[in-house]
């Protein structure tokens, strides 16, 4: 036996996922026919054209743009145009609400079947006597004026380092001289670049480190469960705080918490007019790198898969959740000491729409492994590192710290909610009585 446990509830979910699948193909073949067959065909055909176009339109230029943003715009329009000439519109949105519902009660019937999807927490002990906090003050537009987080943090005893003035700072050698000067606790507000670089220093000295939701995106917090929308509510893990250890990923030797990519992003970003004008200079510079005419190419080698010349490829401190078609959603656990790798290879319109399959699409790569060699054609490649463009050297090395970082976060907290479950049709079909046999247990 597997050891999953299933409860009545979810043997009834499971049971109405099929019954609800049965009911839309039930509602096609009665009210349309043979007709059923061509608005399959149809509505698949709409989606291949989509992708396809959606390719064109990001590698090409001139017209031949402007000709596959039409397609991708009226593809969808003429299937509905179609449908309704043939008096089948209401078939086809009845039948596809009832495959979404099909595919909600399925996944609620698998979410019982996700044990210690959630971080342990540990006691926040021995209380900082000397937390050292580092503020940006441009973060996130000003977050750190807006909810007053200096004045709060020192009523909380920590001291502050704002990052003002014109010229760069080095925030990992303020943090070593913060410690080296006493601080037994470091925190950042401001950007997950900033979060990383003292988060490394954190991690080396064995000191806690606390998370202030004060960038503009704020990943790492948000997968920490941590409130965004109030910066202020994360300085509670300084007096009534709980720890999590947490996994830091290593890139040559350089501490990232959220993630690292290569390709495509990671040289658009590179480009000088990039910050200044992002959607012309990404439409700009996506044909050549999608032709392969600018642009290192790329091979990665994880244990024994390789992922060859990739035009995107994401490394992830923890692999993030399968909700869609790359697993590109939220990482419920920062915990278990593996890299989450994400590629794409798209070098045609048929592998774009070959990516309609998800992770069973040919220009598709997603693993985990605990090391990652990406290689180049070049000496040196553009690599984003928690968003910030960094050039280096190659072979570039991944690597994961397991459980090197305490993190201090608030107790009462917003949480991270429970991660989607996996498509498990092995199991979905045990729940619902349809096999016999439980997924894992010997036959």
Same mark, same amino acid.
């Given at each position: ?22 009911? #839309?193909? !039930?509602? =096609? +073949?009665?009210? $349309?026919?043979?007709?059923?067959? *061509?608005? %399959? /065909?149809?509505?698949?055909?709409? &989606? ?109 005893? #920590?001291? !502050?380092? =704002? +990052?003002?003035? $014109?010229?760069?700072?080095?925030? *990992?050698? %303020? /943090?070593?001289?913060?410690?080296? &000067? ?117 091979? $990665? ?7 060859? /010349? ?134």
């Amino acid at each position: 036996m597997n050891g999953l446990k299933s409860t009545p509830a979810q043997r009834w979910l499971a049971r109405l996922s099929f019954m609800l699948a049965g009911l #839309a193909i !039930v509602i =096609l +073949l009665v009210f $349309a026919g043979l007709k059923s067959l *061509a608005m %399959v /065909a149809v509505g698949l055909a709409a &989606a291949v054209v989509g992708l396809a176009a959606a390719y064109f339109f990001l590698s090409r230029r001139g017209i031949w743009r402007w000709l596959s943003l039409a397609a991708f715009v009226g593809a969808p329009i003429a299937v509905i145009v179609v449908y309704a000439f043939r008096d089948l519109l209401w078939i086809a949105v009845l039948s596809a609400a009832l495959w979404l519902l099909a595919s909600m009660t399925a996944r609620l019937s698998l979410a019982g079947n996700q044990p210690d999807w959630h971080m342990p927490e540990h006691p926040a002990q021995p209380p900082a006597q000397h937390p050292y906090l580092v503020m940006n003050p441009k973060s996130g537009g000003g977050k750190v004026g807006k909810f007053d987080l200096k004045r709060k943090a020192e009523d909380l005893g #920590a001291e !502050v380092f =704002l +990052l003002e003035g $014109a010229e760069p700072v080095d925030v *990992a050698k %303020v /943090a070593r001289e913060a410690v080296d &000067a006493g601080a037994d606790l470091l925190g950042v507000a401001g950007g997950d670049g900033t979060q990383a670089l003292v988060a490394g220093i954190a991690a080396e000295h064995g000191i806690p480190f606390v998370v202030i939701s004060a960038g503009t995106r704020n990943h790492f917090a948000l997968d920490l469960g941590l409130d965004r929308e109030d910066p202020s509510a994360c300085l509670s893990a300084l007096s009534d705080g709980v720890e999590l250890r947490v996994d830091l990923g290593m890139i040559n030797g350089q501490t990232f918490v959220n993630n690292a990519s290569f390709g495509a992003y990671a040289e658009v970003v590179e480009t000088p007019a990039y910050r200044g004008d992002k959607v012309h200079t990404t439409l700009n510079t996506l044909p050549d790198l999608l032709q392969g005419h600018r642009g290192a190419r790329l091979r $990665a080698q994880a244990d024994s898969t390789t992922i060859k /010349a990739p035009q995107a490829l994401l490394v992830s401190n923890n692999p993030y959740g399968t909700g869609d078609i790359a697993g590109l959603g939220r990482r419920a656990r920062l915990d278990r000491g593996i890299l989450g790798v994400v590629g794409v290879t798209v070098a045609s319109a048929r592998q774009a729409a070959g990516l309609l399959r998800g992770r069973h699409g040919t220009g598709l790569s997603v693993l985990t492994t605990k090391q990652i060699e990406i290689s180049a054609d070049v000496p040196q490649i553009p690599v984003g590192v928690d968003g910030e463009s960094i050039l280096m050297s190659t072979p570039v090395t991944c690597t994961i710290s397991p459980g090197v970082l305490r993190v201090w976060v608030p107790r009462d907290r917003p949480g991270v909610p429970a991660p989607k479950p996996p498509r498990d049709w092995a199991r979905l079909r045990y729940l619902a009585g349809i096999s016999e046999t439980e997924p894992g247990s010997p036959h």
